[in-house]
């Protein structure tokens, strides 16, 4: 992760560096610092904030997040139309063998 940061950071920064070229004009206005100024840019140097934001831009991508459904079982219905199709008869083991199965599938995908 360290060197995603690292990539973005340099990115940002070349970029900034391209800017400061195609406007010259503001060459002399960026030199400009007023106390506040120079007191913002000690304490974002101290706590790395810059970092921190660039890491959570990364860690913060809705595209990637963990989402876990809910199980759901079989109904009765959905049940006796399986027994029907596989000639099953169909009866009390039927319910405890797609418990054991349902039981199996749920171990397997953590749930």
Do not use: C
């Not at 995603?4 to 960026?30: C, G, L, M, Q, T």
């Amino acid at each position: 992760m360290t060197s995603e940061i690292e990539r973005v950071n340099k990115a940002f920064d070349a970029e900034y560096e391209r800017w400061k070229k195609e406007n010259p004009e503001w060459k002399e206005f960026s030199k400009m610092k007023t106390p506040e100024d120079e007191k913002f840019e000690r304490i974002e140097a101290e706590s790395g904030w810059r970092k921190r934001q660039v890491q959570a831009r990364i860690e913060d991508d809705d595209d990637i997040q963990d989402y876990k459904r809910p199980w759901v079982g079989l109904t009765e219905a959905e049940i006796k139309t399986l027994s029907e199709k596989w000639k099953i008869i169909f009866g009390s083991y039927v319910f405890e063998f797609v418990e054991e199965i349902e039981s199996m599938l749920k171990s397997k995908n953590n749930g």
